[in-house]
């Protein structure tokens, strides 16, 4: 299985979910994904949250997603925790 990480651009997003950027764009634009994914330097960012109201209202969402995106979820918490703590010891350092 690869790792996905998070987070991704619309066209590894579309990949992802098996659709044209186009059409992940278009959920984007109609309002069905909220709050938007953020952009930076004029490129979307997409979380697995994101992801995953793409999937559903595509009807893209299969079982194996949902356990894709739970493990990318969980990594990216991980990660984050890490991060903290690391931060913490810097300020008592």
Request: charge should be positive; avoid cysteine; glycine fraction near 6%.
């Amino acid at each position: 299985m690869t790792t996905t990480k998070f987070p991704m651009s619309t066209g590894q997003a579309a990949h992802l979910l098996g659709t044209t950027e186009p059409r992940l764009a278009e959920t984007v634009r109609r309002g069905k994904i909220k709050p938007k994914p953020s952009v930076l330097a004029g490129r979307r960012l997409w979380q697995a949250t994101h992801i995953l109201q793409a999937a559903t209202t595509l009807k893209l969402l299969t079982d194996e997603l949902r356990a894709t995106l739970r493990e990318a979820a969980s990594q990216t918490r991980k990660s984050q925790d890490n991060d903290e703590q690391g931060g913490k010891q810097n300020a008592t350092t």
